[in-house]
């Protein structure tokens, strides 16, 4: 449970980071989009090999895809980048 919880939170954050540099990128914010493609791109990659190496991979991907889908609604509706 403590492992599912963990990746929940980690995609959560991974995918507000990205929504957020998604945004900044379409509002031409160079130096913001920048920082905030670094710190998604380490954090997926280290996720994503962390699940590929993972027993429950198949359980551990359904968990962080809800929780993109999640971070990205809750991102998107609170307009944090206008």
């Known amino acids: ?4 919880l963990l990746v929940f939170i980690t995609g ?5 980071l990205y929504t957020l540099y998604l945004l ?4 031409y914010l160079i130096n913001l989009s920048s920082i905030l493609m670094l710190m998604y791109m380490t954090i997926f990659v280290s996720l994503t090999a ?5 027993k429950e991979s198949i359980k551990l991907a359904f968990t962080y895809a809800l929780a993109c889908g999640i971070a990205n609604w809750i991102t998107m509706t609170l ?4």
């Open 24 to 27: 900044s990128v379409n509002h």
């Open 12 to 16: 959560f954050l991974e995918q507000s």
């Open 50 to 54: 962390k699940i590929a190496k993972d």
């Open 1 to 4: 449970m403590k492992k599912y």
């Open 79 to 82: 307009r944090i980048i206008k």
